[in-house]
């Protein structure tokens, strides 16, 4: 219960616009979450919300089961990191730092912890306004991590990084869900959570798509289907159409089979003395399948391209 | 799965309206040009006092010293020394000339300089009998007596009283003030007028032309007697005008048989057109409040354009102690600079005020420290009112613009308008809060010290209750 977010039927309606609409998820303890969506989904308006600093129409968001303004020091308990140029450009890195330990009471030697921990070092004493992307985006996690929360939510962090700073992001992410803390990670690229997140919330137009885990969602986008490599490839389609599987020949040697299982296949190309150079199972990548769970929403909105988003 | 994790600082971590205010002056110190805008109002109120100061010329040099309690001590007296306590009576037959405020009748007072402390009862054309002291216009009384009238002062000790009778059998009493002189002091007739003042106002400014009133009246049964009833004898003596260039005609003093009359122009009684020496050298709060009204608005604007806010916000849900804390630290840290400001500006004027000819009051004297410290909560004031403009706007060039209009036009329409106009529009805007720089009562002077501050004060806790409420119901 410490630490999950928890968002249960936020809504949000800015204007005419519905931003928000019925959201509902669970960020658990010891996981990684990403939160995916296109541009407009929604995405920051709820971690806002989560945050107390826009009302939601409807709903609510839980921090540890509490709603995050009744917390007497909130950086104790979720830590966020909203937009990495929130900093004053005059103030030095430790100065920022400073300020908002002193808003919680936290102690100061933890302004110095997290600097180190950022690997922000060298640059503490300098002013913000001189720090390139990577070091803005390491001060935001180093003010996330002030209070030590067992809560965590970063919105697009890795937007914008080299790789290397992509890795680091990752890396701290996975380390910081394997103490036990709840970690929340919006992105609008599927493929800056590949082998980052454990569980996803793919949103669209403010409503939740899919709510799943990683390996569930890569195992139904690949559908049971194994990549079959044969230097006969009619016999082999014989051979297993024979045994009810669904064949398709794909590139020249190779061929797609689906409905039966990768051991079966064996077993009846064995059996049928069809010879067999490679037999690997099919992986989707997140990529692919979050363009087959956003088909819909895309193509709804192509569709009705009139409306402003 | 793991356990979930506990934070290790959330045993140490603390709330409280004291971590906010830290938090908020971190913030404040922690940017270099703020602490410069706080220094650049300091210099640039000390640097207007002195300009203002080098640019004050005294007319013949050696100019009188400057009067915190500006006063005329002039018109036409004549009087005999009075030993002890005595009584002293008289008939006003006849007054002609100075306007509302001529004065015909009688004064005791320990001597002849001027400014010293007096008692007085006179028969006026526009206010009645009056018991009049301390060089104040008013004073008890204010029932008709037009002459012929009786009017009557007794000493007994340090207090004398007023008597006014229309018949000189039947007194009524006016009133008694306390005259601090003991031993013999001057008793006697006199006659008084204010100077007929022209002033001219326009855009900017202000020129005072004034040209003496002559007024005359007649006296008869006069009688002075000592305690216990004998008539104080002794040679009638007159004191007249001044004297100087711009002195009024010292008038005249005839006796015929009874009856006595004096001619004299010049007032006995406040000087509503003097010079605000101390008020004039901290004019430079205006141009220092320019730099603290930025740092103000800046402070809580700087959050939105930097999106900071959502941070603060973040960290502190709590919203309304959050611009309480915001308007303490700014408060304090411009009421610090503030009082530099203007105490700096008092110091660095004084010599220059010397080397002009104008002997600047002291310190120490409670109007000046009034002004002063009065200077710097007017300041502090002011960036609070720029913090809570900021909070509602949230964009720092119209905050600054509105803040500043709304403390500088009044002040420069009001010398473009009629006075009574005038005195009501800086009533009633926020710019009612400069009155606090006043050590003078003047014609123009438009409210009290401490009320024209409570004015602004009160502006300033609409638009910080307006600020509290907008934070809190918005989305940040």
Redesign the interface.
Known sequence: MEATIEVRGLRKRFGPRLAVDGLSFTAAPGLVTGFVGPNGAGKSTTMRMILGLDRPDEGAALVGGRPYRSLRTPLCHLGAMLDASAVHPARRARDHLRWLAHANGIPARRVGEVIELAGLGSVANRPAGGFSLGMRQRLGIAAALLGDPPALMFDEPVNGLDPEGVAWIRGLLRSLAAQGRAVLVSSHLMSELEGGADHLVVIGRGRVIADTGVAELLAAASGGRTELRTPDRQRAMTALAREGAEVAAAERDAVTVSGLPAERIIEVLTAARVPFTGIAEHRATLEEAYMELTRDAVEFRAGTGGEAL | ??????????A?????FG??L???W??LA????WRLALAASVLLTVAVAVLTAAGSQTTGGGGPPARLRPLSDQGRITYQMLPGDGALTARVTAQGGGGGWAKAGLIIRADLRPGTPYAAIAVTPGHGVRLLSGYRDGGPGGAPGTPPAWLRLTRAGTTVTGYASPDGRTWRRVGAVELDAPGPAAAGLFVAAPDRVEVQRQFGGESISGTPADTRASFDNVTLTAAGGAPVTGPWRDRGGAGGPAAPDPGGTTRTGGTVTLAGSGDIGPDAFADDVTRTTLTGALVGQAAIVALAVLFVT?EYR???I????????RRGRVLAAKATVVGLAVLAAGLAAAFGSLLAARPVLRAHGTEPPPLTDPAVLRAAVGTAVLMAVVAVLGVATATILRRGAPAITLVLLVLLVPQIVATGLPVAAARWLQRLTPAAGFAVQHTVRRYDTPIGAFAGLGVLCLYTAAALAAAAWLLRRR??
């Open positions: 799965m793991t356990a979930p994790y506990r934070s290790t600082v959330l140490d971590a603390r709330d409280g971590r906010l830290a938090a908020e971190t913030k922690t940017v270099p040009r700087a930097r999106a900071t959502r941070l603060t916000l973040a960290a502190s849900p989305d940040a």
